[in-house]
């Protein structure tokens, strides 16, 4: 009742008829006997507890079927005002909260006579039984209370303790010395104008939670923060929540109202957690910003099909909240390839965290690992390369096992404290044994290992296997590479282009914390892609943080569980 500016007074040609409440920006709630007597165009709303706000002219748009007597039923009306105003609407309460087993203190907030600025009274129900399937009975919660008359038709009767919204009054005792009176709950409201169901929440959710997220959430739109609604709803939303209505929402208060209203059972609870900390996230500042990025990964996911030559299985997922969320699976010919990823990414990023940092990694074969996908057209109308548009890495699929996982998460969490990305250079003419080189590359400093040559060069076959299953954290190479040939070696002298590779790579990545590598790498290509001669134009990036794929469908086997050949 703290914040009650959604409290409505009825007028007609300046007299006031009766009382109301907002329940959308443009809609109000009152019963159809207080509008039914008065010119139509001659209707207003004022909400009193904005003094010296000028009454907003409304018409009726809807009815519940009320046919003028005093047990009629029906008795509803629903206005629209001339434009929105800039007022939190109503809460509504879940169906059965106005009884308990103790009573519940209820308030009204009417207009009789002599009170033209609104006046409370506190009642409570006397039973959950409806009469005539209609009406709940209302009893004054004190016997010298205000008592229900004229003025109070149309009132909101609401929770004390929360302020939502249980029901309406209807109508009072008409007997003198007799307090009581009736009221139309916000379930039989909605029987006569279904509309009202989309805004009555469930009670699986609860009254903190509730009230929580409706408070941050009309707090971000007084600051007018932007955000998408419908990528809000979709990073919290658990894998059995409904999909948004295909029409979007026009605002944050519907996602929130939908969240609240249309999700119940076990899980919804969570959701509202989830939702409500998206909605806290959009407060943040520059400030409170981590300095590592917040990754929300879309992974691709390109196996050899089975299903032939030139068959491609793919499957997109969206990691948000620590979650997956599956895009698309198909088998695809190589033709198809391209587009499908193009669609499937859009579409994934649907579901990432507004405002989080996304991240597009290919796990690939290990024989598909140099696959140029930086390369590939970002959109069908846009050829700029998907790799100078996104943060854009690849990993090997072998290192999504549970075994590598774990030594991987183990190596990110002492990485965490690295200042900069120390280099650890393969050159061409390496003569160090594989063998020695997972050595070096377990110890507790190790981080990057640059290549100066491709992965399919014979002389570097082998240590380039082996830092993949050492697992080092994070490979970069030029698909380029050294271009000598296995007649004449390099030996990795000043005129190697593999080495002169190792040497800008150095230089340009040894402050750069690993987290922040893709970012950086995404800069390279950026600037690679308006020069012709750039050394970092086939640059590739394998970076694996398995802490941002928190999800166990994301490992080995659970994304393609059915194979496309059985």
């Known amino acids: 009742m703290r914040s009650a500016e959604w409290q409505a007074r009825i007028e ?29 165009e001659a209707l207003a709303v004022t909400f009193t507890e904005r003094p010296g706000s000028a009454p907003v002219p409304a018409r009726i748009v809807a009815e519940g079927g009320w046919a003028g007597g005093a047990t009629d039923l029906g008795d509803l009306a629903v206005l629209e005002l001339a434009h ?53 009975q209302l009893e004054a919660w004190q016997p010298d209370g205000q008592p229900l008359e004229p003025g109070f038709s149309g009132a909101a009767v609401t929770l004390v303790d929360t302020g939502e919204v249980v029901g309406m009054v209807t109508a009072a005792a008409g007997t003198p010395g007799v307090r009581n009176g009736r ?31 409706r408070e941050l959430v009309e707090r971000a739109v007084r600051a007018d923060l932007d955000c998408d609604p419908v990528r809000l709803y979709r990073a919290a939303a658990g894998p059995l929540d409904p999909e948004p209505p295909p029409e979007g929402f026009d605002s944050l208060r519907s996602a929130a109202l939908f969240v609240l209203c249309e999700i119940d059972g076990e899980d919804a609870a969570a959701t509202v957690s989830r939702f ?31 299903a032939g030559d030139g068959q491609v299985r793919v499957e997109v997922s969206a990691y948000s909240g620590g979650r997956r969320h599956p895009v698309g699976s198909d088998t695809v010919p190589q033709s198809r390839l391209h587009g499908y990823v193009q669609e499937r990414i859009e579409a994934a990023f649907g579901y990432l965290t507004p405002g989080s940092d996304e991240l597009i990694a290919f796990a ?24 100078c548009v996104y943060p854009l890495v690849v990993t090997d699929q072998a290192r999504r096992r549970a075994g590598a996982r774990h030594q991987l998460t183990r190596a990110w969490n002492r990485l965490d404290a690295a200042s900069g990305a120390q280099l650890y250079r393969v050159e061409c003419g390496t003569p160090q044994e594989p063998r020695r080189l997972r ?42 590479g050294c271009d000598s040939g296995p007649e004449e070696p390099c030996a990795g002298g000043a005129d190697c282009t593999g080495k002169s590779f190792l040497d800008q790579l150095d230089s340009c990545v040894s402050g750069v914390p690993p987290a922040q590598l893709p970012r950086r790498i995404l800069e390279l290509r950026e600037e690679a892609d308006a020069e012709d001669e750039h050394w970092a134009r086939d640059i590739q990036l394998l970076w694996d943080d398995p802490r941002v794929f928190t999800d166990p469908h994301g490992e080995t086997g659970a994304a393609h569980a059915r194979s496309p050949v059985a």
């Open 276 to 306: 409500t900390e998206r909605v806290e996230a959009l407060f943040r500042t520059p400030v409170e910003t981590p300095t590592a990025p917040e990754w929300s990964p879309i992974l691709v996911d390109l196996r050899h099909s089975g």
């Open 183 to 213: 009221m139309m709950p916000t379930e039989v409201m909605a029987r006569h104008w279904p509309d009202l169901a989309g805004l009555v929440p469930t009670s699986d959710h609860g009254t903190a939670d509730r009230a929580r997220l």
């Open 364 to 387: 690939l074969p290990r024989d598909w690992i140099d696959l140029p996908v930086d390369r590939w057209a970002s959109a069908p109308d846009d050829d700029t390369p998907l790799g």
């Open 84 to 136: 929105e105003v800039e007022i939190a609407p109503a809460a509504l309460a879940p169906v059965g909260t106005a009884y308990g087993r103790q009573p519940r203190k209820l308030v009204v907030y009417g207009f009789p006579v002599g009170f033209d600025e609104g006046t409370l009274a506190e009642y409570r129900v006397t039973a959950p039984q409806l009469i005539n399937q209609e009406w709940m």
């Open 439 to 480: 050595v070096r590359l377990r110890q507790p400093d190790a981080c990057l290992a640059g290549f100066g040559t491709a992965p399919a060069a014979p002389r570097t076959r082998p240590h380039f296997d082996t830092t993949l299953t050492a697992p080092a954290p994070v490979v970069v190479w030029s698909r380029g």
């Open 12 to 40: 007609c040609a300046g007299q006031v008829v009766g009382a109301g409440f907002l329940i959308t920006p443009r809609t109000v709630l009152t019963c159809a006997h207080v509008v039914y007597e008065g010119a139509a």
